[in-house]
């Protein structure tokens, strides 16, 4: 189980809810505060953990 330290973020699922609403990285990012390059990173699996402050702006961006 993750600590709130961190959060392992599920690359597809994230790019399938920022697909769902025709959003590029860029717009999910400026929605969510976090940078696209970083977005992009996190959709590849690249990301490692996340903070939960990123999850909690992507979530709130993408209303999930």
Request: hydrophobic residues 35%; without cysteine; proline residues 5%.
């Amino acid at each position: 189980m993750p600590t709130m330290a961190e959060v392992k973020i599920d690359g597809e699922k994230l790019q399938k809810f920022r697909l769902e609403r025709f959003w590029s990285r860029a717009e999910l990012a400026e929605k969510s505060g976090i940078h696209r390059d970083h977005i992009g990173r996190l959709e590849r699996g690249e990301g490692g953990s996340s903070h939960p402050p990123t999850v909690s702006h992507l979530a709130e961006a993408l209303g999930v």
